[in-house]
């Protein structure tokens, strides 16, 4: 689709897909579905009598969740076929999404991981309300359930999703700050640095995929979580290095070994320190960490 001479059709769809591809990929936590979500919603959307919709913006929201919650069912059988824990796909995101609460929040590595325990109707009700501020009514038609059914889905999904968040959103100061501190202990193998700024109750899940070598099951507890990572780092002579990134709107590490990609870290921190460390190593995962991802809630 040339950026020139485009007709008004194309011209729409252009104008809400930044808002599409948000739409779908917090629905899905993946960037690469997501990117067919958005290819099927253009294909419904060229065929769509476009002089009858009153509200367009709502219609091809409606159309990518319709895509989406299919695309979700079918994922699921995915999932449970996969090797060890399944992270979100991390995105390398502009630093003005960090200065963007309500999105920084919304895509976060930790928020995304919560939506993954709820229901397909149930995480595209909560997105679509919580974060898009979608009215019930067009909820409704876009998950196919009653207005009233709507507003019992977004409540049971809520009240789910708040005992499972963060009881306290560190600012992003303290998340780099924490994020600093890591690195620093991490690049030259100082564990008792790793202790101070872990959590006792801290838990590292990591995502190889079956394709690199992760842990099958979160690990939880500092001392345990600091066992495995110096049973990683004393495997080989190898140089470890983090570079300082944002990924989903939050302060992260391209962790490189020997100068290569190993995968991408994000973190959650609660009073200064680090209660959750989430490790994608999944190469498949790690395609969108080179480009910023055009997210936006409008």
Do not use: C
């Not at 948000?22 to 579905?33: C, F, H, N, P, R």
């Not at 009215?135 to 999904?157: L, N, T």
């Not at 030259?188 to 101070?196: A, F, K, M, N």
């Not at 990591?206 to 070598?213: A, E, I, L, P």
């Amino acid at each position: 689709m040339s950026d020139h001479f485009t007709d008004p059709v194309t011209e729409t769809f252009l104008a809400y897909r930044n808002l599409l591809f948000t739409v779908a990929y917090e629905m899905l936590g993946s960037a690469a579905d997501a990117e067919d979500v958005l290819q099927e919603t253009w294909l419904r959307w060229v065929k769509a009598d476009v002089d009858q919709v009153r509200d367009q913006r709502a219609y091809l929201v409606r159309i990518t969740t319709r895509q989406t919650l299919n695309r979700l069912r079918s994922m699921k059988r995915r999932k449970e076929a996969y090797v060890g824990p399944w992270l979100p796909e991390p995105l390398l995101t502009a630093p003005d999404v960090t200065e963007d609460i309500e999105l920084a929040e919304s895509v976060s590595m930790a928020l995304m991981i919560v939506l993954e325990t709820l229901s397909p109707t149930e995480r595209a009700v909560f997105v679509l309300r919580e974060v898009f501020d979608v009215g019930y009514d067009e909820i409704g038609a876009a998950v196919g359930k009653s207005p009233a059914a709507v507003r019992q889905i977004a409540h049971r999904a809520r009240r789910h999703v708040e005992a499972r968040r963060p009881r306290k959103t560190a600012s992003p100061r303290q998340t780099r700050a924490a994020l600093e501190s890591f690195q620093r202990a991490l690049e030259v193998g100082d564990l008792q640095g790793l202790l101070d700024v872990l959590a006792p109750e801290v838990v590292l899940v990591s995502d190889g995929g079956g394709v690199k070598q992760a842990a099958l099951r979160p690990i939880i507890g500092a001392e345990k979580v600091v066992r495995s990572i110096a049973g990683g780092l004393g495997k080989a002579d190898v140089t470890l290095t983090g570079d300082p990134t944002v990924v989903n709107g939050n302060p992260a590490l391209v962790v490189r070994v020997d100068g290569e990609i190993d995968g991408v870290l994000a973190i959650r921190v609660e009073d200064a320190r680090i209660t959750g460390l989430y490790y994608v190593r999944n190469p498949q995962k790690l395609t969108r960490i080179e480009s910023e991802a055009p997210l936006t809630l409008r």
